[in-house]
């Protein structure tokens, strides 16, 4: 298969712009090994899964022989899943691993190989060189305003995660993370009291993000909550803000008003908005949690770019509808290669069909370098198989094809969050 081949080589070689990694600043004589490998990654979900997460963790602060035997039979069980596989990746062409998978024989230098890798200063900007990862937009969930970034050099552009501002407008209340905004009134030196005095707050936090780069805001609020946001007047808010009730219809209306209030500033200042739809990490259940949910807003906020992220699977249909209906929707592969390479590729011989090419967008969602470039390349094959095989089936031509690959790793989201336009 040679055009599939010349996709992949292309890709290699073309610059990538990442819509989406969760790439953590990790302590200083942090134990890295294998087992810290899978632990900071979504294979972790899987081991936990199989019965193991408590021999993960243990393996993870001593990396030994006992520890390796003891995990094996559960490497076993989840070697077959795409999150352990895309690691593979990233063990065979950033550690040396040969052979197909890990051994007996193969674990232990492995093991010291990611050991003395991620020991050396400047191992992840050399990872990220390899993998030609240009830009990577840093959603900091651990954190509402982190000073500190993990990588030298200008890799990483930040976003804005708002999760916390719609779910924490109750004093006392936080996000699914455990955040409240009210923990910022002292370091942005706005204080608390009134609906105004709250909205001031966020502002003082978007113009932190403002001033340090950020291209986006995100909302992952789908791990708090569904995703229809009422319009509720202001005054209703003013009202529901100063009222001592706690129940859950009047909390809910708070965060809508602060949602909308959110993307009204968003449009203004147009800056695209990135949204989870979908499934979600670590299990919950999808339940309001599919994309057609949000229509009232992205008919309301046609200013506003919506990069709509994980395919909204399971929903992909409904996501291929609202990249093809509105201007203002970009569909994301973000995350989904990993969680399954099949439905990627179902999806994107759907999308192709359906949403115009410079709307279709690729992120990783990742927290470690290495796991990033494992993402990048899983995703590459993905779109390399797609691509030939709508090219095989006579659907479009060569020259498309090559756009595509190009666009769907750099062009599109070097346009839409960097502003430079490389194609017409
Ligand atoms: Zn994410």
């Not at 006392?172 to 009210?182: A, E, F, L, N, T």
Request: proline residues 4%; negative net charge; charged residues 25%.
């Amino acid at each position: 298969m040679p055009l599939r081949k010349d996709l992949v080589d292309h890709m290699h070689e073309g610059w990538v712009i990442d819509t989406h990694e969760h790439l953590q600043q990790r302590p200083d004589g942090f134990p890295d090994n294998l087992f810290a490998l899978w632990q900071q990654s979504y294979v972790k979900a899987d081991f936990a899964s199989a019965g193991a997460s408590a021999a993960l963790g243990e393996a993870a602060r001593s990396p030994d022989a006992a520890a390796w035997r003891r995990l094996r039979p559960y490497v076993r069980r989840v070697s077959n899943t795409a999150y352990y596989r895309s690691l593979l990746v990233a063990c065979h062409d950033l550690y040396g691993l040969e052979g197909e998978d890990i051994t007996d024989d193969t674990w232990q230098a492995l093991n010291e190989a990611i050991q003395r890798r991620n020991a050396k200063p400047g191992w992840g900007e050399e990872v990220f060189r390899r993998g030609k990862i240009r830009k990577v937009l840093l959603d900091t969930f651990w954190d509402q305003i982190a000073e500190e970034l993990p990588l030298g050099g200008d890799f990483l552009v930040r976003v804005m995660r708002i999760n916390s501002f719609v779910m924490g407008v109750r004093r006392g209340r936080v996000d699914h993370g455990g955040h409240s905004p009210y923990s910022l009134q002292e370091q942005l030196g706005v204080t608390v009291s009134s609906l105004g005095d709250y909205l001031d707050l966020f502002e003082a936090a978007l113009e932190w993000y403002l001033t340090r780069g950020a291209v986006a805001l995100k909302s992952a609020l789908a791990y708090d909550r569904e995703l229809y946001f009422e319009d509720v007047r202001r005054e209703d808010a003013e009202r529901l803000f100063a009222a001592d009730d706690d129940s859950p219809q009047t909390l809910q209306a708070l965060g809508d008003f602060m949602m909308h209030h959110i993307l009204g500033r968003a449009q203004e200042l147009e800056l695209p908005v990135q949204v989870h739809t979908g499934y979600l990490a670590g299990g919950g259940h999808l339940v309001g949690r599919d994309p057609k949910r949000l229509t009232n807003l992205l008919e309301k906020y046609r200013g506003v770019q919506f990069d709509l992220f994980h395919g909204g699977y399971p929903y992909a249909g409904e996501l291929a509808f609202l990249g093809k209906h509105y201007a203002n929707v970009y569909v994301d592969l973000c995350w989904l290669p990993l969680i399954s390479p099949t439905a990627a590729r179902r999806y994107l011989h759907e999308w192709i069909e359906q949403v115009p090419i410079n709307k279709i967008l690729w992120g990783g969602d990742c927290t470690r370098p290495d796991a990033v470039y494992g993402a990048v390349r899983y995703g590459q094959e993905v779109v390399a198989t797609v691509l030939a095989e709508k090219v095989r089936e006579g659907y479009m031509p060569e020259d498309l094809a090559f756009e595509l690959a190009t666009r769907i790793f750099h062009d599109n989201a070097a346009e839409l969050f960097l502003g430079e336009v490389h194609l017409q």
